[in-house]
Nanobody
Framework: QVHLVESGGGLVQAGGSLRLSCTGSGINFKISTMDWYHQAPGKQREMVASITAGGITNYADSVKGRFTISRNNAWNTVNLQMNSLNQEDTGVYYC?????????WGRGTQVTVSS
């Protein structure tokens, strides 16, 4: 069974930074593409960053230049460094991996950016 556990969310002022982490178990982490999704209040969940097993990254236009995704296969973790946060970044951030032919999600971590 796949378990993805996020941590690192919280309350931050606009312009500030947060670092999210996701730890995975039940998967062959080092061969898995890992993603971070953002769900703003009242909106659909959207991918903000992904990283392949080989370290190739992809970002949503809204976060390019501000967010950085990275992974540590030895620790089965994927991180999301979020800088220059703004109120539109508020919401729940989910760790995701498509594994065992299905979507696997963590429970999410709340990020709130205040003005």
């Amino acid at each position: 069974q796949v378990h993805l556990v996020e941590s690192g969310g919280g309350l931050v002022q606009a312009g500030g930074s947060l670092r999210l982490s996701c730890t995975g178990s039940g998967i062959n982490f080092k061969i898995s593409t890992m993603d971070w999704y953002h769900q703003a209040p009242g909106k659909q969940r959207e991918m903000v960053a992904s990283i392949t097993a080989g370290g190739i990254t992809n970002y949503a236009d809204s976060v390019k230049g501000r967010f950085t995704i990275s992974r540590n296969n030895a620790w089965n973790t994927v991180n999301l460094q979020m800088n220059s946060l703004n109120q539109e970044d508020t919401g729940v951030y989910y760790c995701h991996s498509f594994y065992y032919s299905r979507d696997n999600w963590g429970r999410g971590t709340q990020v709130t950016v205040s003005s």
